[in-house]
């Protein structure tokens, strides 16, 4: 029985002991506080990050715009001044072919990083030479269509190279007055084409802005892009805002970047890093973070565990000494190692068993004291009941002693005056007769006396066998008993409906004997007797039932002495009888548990009332 | 005492009654010689013939009128001996008593009682009783054929 109680409170303790769930708890508390320093730290260095590149990408991006508007300042300067020489005027003035080769050899001074290819073209839109430097490059770059002004156009492209055109005026010299010749005064146009794919620069620009950062030039238009080395796409933003901008790329990653004007030109550039470039140091970051904090996170679980062990150990001890002592096994004790506040609950609750213990064995030594006395308190019952048997058995002899021996004298006392009064008739007087006659009515009268007092002690002690009994039945039954001794006088009957009780049927029969033939005795007097039996509207715990009749009454004074043993109220020579009937009624009436009563009146008749318990209540 | 006539045994203690039991058959006429044993052990003796009673004479009576209370052996003990004999078990035996205990009622006819009577203390009646008991067990009714 122990054994299985500890079984079965063992497995619910291993789920929720204080052992296991004091440090997972911190543990967890532990994590959920690095988790958010973590997240709130990547956030905070990830804006960082971004603020920066978004800095270096402006900055880079300006800087760039400026070394491109002065490159093209440059050129253009320098093709203004190819445009000023004399062979080059002449050209256009005389075109000979002295001039032409003179002419070409001027232009040929034009030098530049990749391939390029240089037209004159005179005010008739005539093409007056053309020369491609290295010659190869009139293959990179068509020939162009004949200009109207001059400027630096948009970006062209053709196949994969992409290439920028340029156009000064060649103007006549000044005039002698030292006015300047103007656009009007133009002789014609110089028109350089150059490919920016194929520019060494590109590398030195992808330089300039460092490892991660893309490159691109292209137009505002944005029909033409390079990224110096091939033809690309223009970044998804609105190329007419200057400044930052971030777009979604085609590989599906974001880009932040920053556009800026080139002066001069109708071309912006556009320095961008992937966002996975930008936020490559934060997952760096988070990435040692998290070792980190997994480590810390390992470390402070095992002092936890060590800490928590030193505090909940002694409390599983303490649960476990409880548990023990619960089921019974009080001597059990816990070892008292600290002498902090749990060394003390240690010290408490040894102390606490020890009173349990005690009170326990006190209580042990009064119930093994109540059961000896109720051990004895039984066999002194015994006795008791043993003792009553005897008595019982004495009364019984007693009865039949008395039923016997007391009768035997009087029948002899009734025989030898009739034989005296047989044999010696002529010798005794009148008055002797009488005094014989006197004897034997006397004798006669005890003798029924004792038969009464007999059938009462009889009605007190016979067991009751209760069985449901059915009143309308036994009153039928004691009804024909009782007009067989009528002797011809008429009595009016009134039986009304009478419940079903519970009893002994042969005693309640004796009690309905009674009544009945009570009621037929005293209404002798009257020439019609009339006689009611029924029971009171009482529909409560108990059935009341009554026999009424109209004879002589009695004075409600002596209603007390109606049911005593050899009571009466009347004389024997009014009506006869011992006065036994009504006391074995009230004995047989109170052994059921109910009670009797009577009403009435001095020639006004009688009611006697008896009552009987509806449930099984009644004492034997 | 008339020749064929089976006697009939009484069974009582008490002088008094036999003397009244004796004027009652007496007054009635009936003929039967009375043996009278005055205790439980004699009727038994007188029956097997033991003791002072071992040659009498006579043949089996026709009833025995058995009182109850009895000296030595009781009547309900010589009831039992008469009723579970294979001998007499047929002899017709009528219980005499003042009592009217239910249970020596009960117990009689158990034991195969032949009638039971409460001797009324009114004499008048007592007379009216034998006179009905002699008249039929001595007179009416056919004993069983003798051994």
């Known amino acids: 029985m122990r054994a299985d109680q500890t079984v079965a409170s063992a497995k619910p303790l291993a789920r929720h002991s204080l052992r296991w769930r004091l440090p997972l708890l911190i543990e967890t508390l532990i994590i959920l506080v690095l988790v958010a320093f973590l997240g709130v730290a990547y956030r905070e260095v990830k804006g960082n990050l971004w603020q920066s590149a978004a800095t ?119 005039a002698p007055d030292g006015r300047a010749a103007t656009s009007q005064d133009r002789l014609g146009f110089l028109v350089v084409r150059r490919t920016i794919t194929a520019a060494p620069t590109a590398d030195v620009l992808n330089r300039l802005v460092g490892k991660g950062a893309t490159i691109g030039v292209g137009n505002k238009t944005g029909d033409v892009w390079t990224d110096l080395t091939h033809a690309i796409e223009a970044p998804s933003i609105n190329l007419g805002r200057l400044g930052l901008a971030e777009y979604s790329g085609s590989d599906g990653q974001r880009h932040l970047g920053s556009l800026a004007d080139i002066r001069g030109t109708p071309w912006a550039v556009w320095v961008e890093f992937p966002h996975g470039v930008i936020f490559a140091p934060a997952r760096a970051f988070l990435q040692r973070m998290v070792l980190m904090a997994l480590g810390f996170v390992l470390v402070s679980g095992m002092v936890i565990a060590v800490v928590a062990a030193r505090i909940t150990t002694p409390l599983y001890e303490l649960t476990k000494a409880s548990e023990a002592i619960a089921g019974g096994e009080y001597s059990r004790r816990v070892a008292i190692r600290r002498r902090d506040e749990i060394g003390r609950l240690s010290v408490t609750f040894n102390a606490m068993a020890e009173q349990v213990e005690s009170a326990q064995r006190g209580l042990e030594a009064r119930v093994r004291e109540r059961t000896a006395n109720l051990e004895q308190a039984g066999q002194l019952l015994e006795q008791h009941v043993t003792e009553l048997a005897a008595v019982n058995r004495e009364l ?102 009478l419940p079903a009780v519970e009893g002994d049927r042969s005693m309640l029969r004796l009690v309905l004997l009674n009544l009945l033939s009570n009621a037929v005795k005293y209404s002798a007097g009257r020439p019609r007797a009339e006689i009611e039996i029924g029971t009171l509207p009482n529909g409560g715990a108990e059935t009341v039932v009554f026999v009424r009749d109209n004879g002589a009454g009695f004075d409600m004074q002596y209603a007390d002495k109606l049911f005593g043993v050899f009571q009466r109220l009347h004389s024997s020579d009014e009506f006869e009888g011992t006065g036994i009937g009504l006391a074995n009624v009230r004995r047989i009436v109170q052994r059921h548990g109910g009670r009797t009563w009577a009403d009435g009146r001095v020639d006004g008749g009688a009611t006697f009332y008896f009552s009987l318990p509806n449930e099984r209540t009644a004492a034997q | 005492m008339m020749a064929g006539l089976r006697h009939i045994l009484l069974a009582e203690d008490n002088a008094n009654d036999i003397e009244l039991m004796l004027s009652a058959l007496k007054t009635n006429h009936v003929l039967n010689e009375v043996v009278v044993t005055r205790d439980g052990a004699e009727t038994l003796d007188y029956l097997w013939r033991r003791g002072r009673y071992a040659d009498r004479p006579l043949g089996d009576p026709i009833v ?44 009689s006819y158990d034991l195969g009682v032949n009638g039971y009577v409460v001797k009324p203390v009114d004499f008048p009646e007592f007379v009216k009783a034998i006179t009905l008991l002699g008249g039929f067990w001595a007179v009416v009714n056919a004993p069983p054929p003798r051994r």
């Not at chain 1, 300006?62 to 300067?77: I, M, N, P």
């Not at chain 1, 770059?141 to 400027?151: D, E, H, Q």
């Not at chain 1, 005094?435 to 034997?440: A, D, G, S």
């Open chain 1, 56 to 174: 270096r990408a402006q900055a880079m991006a300006d800087q760039l715009a400026g070394l491109l508007t002065q490159s093209v300042q440059q050129r253009l300067t320098e093709f203004r001044r190819v445009a000023r020489q004399p062979a080059v005027r002449r050209l256009l003035r005389h075109p000979s072919d002295v001039a032409r080769e003179e002419g070409q050899v001027s232009l040929a001074t034009l030098t530049g990083n990749g391939p390029q290819r240089i037209d004159v073209w005179d005010t008739a839109g005539q093409c007056v030479v053309s020369l491609s430097l290295p010659p190869t490059a009139s293959d990179l770059l068509p020939p162009s269509s004949a200009p109207s002004t001059s400027g630096v156009a948009s970006l062209q492209r053709s196949h994969d190279v992409v290439f920028s055109e340029s156009v000064v005026d060649i103007l006549p010299e000044p």
């Open chain 1, 396 to 497: 019984e002899a007693f009865s039949y002693s008395v039923s016997h021996d007391l009768r035997a004298p009087l029948r002899h006392i009734t025989g030898f005056a009739k034989l005296l009064e047989q044999s010696e008739s002529s010798s005794l007087g009148t008055e002797g007769r009488r005094y014989l006659t006197t004897m034997t009515e006397a004798a006669t009268r005890m003798g029924r006396l004792v038969d009464d007092l007999l059938s009462f002690s009889r009605v007190g002690r016979t067991p009751l066998a209760r069985a449901p009994v059915n009143l309308n039945h036994l009153v039928r039954d004691v009804h024909q008993e009782v007009t067989a001794d009528l002797n011809g006088r008429e009595v009016a009957w009134r039986f009304h409906d």
């Open chain 2, 64 to 107: 025995i009128f058995l009182d109850l209370k009895m000296p030595k052996v009781d009547g309900l003990e010589v009831l039992r001996q008469v009723k579970q004999s294979p001998e007499f078990r047929t002899l017709p035996v009528v219980v005499l008593t003042s009592s009217r205990e239910e249970q020596d009622l009960v117990r």
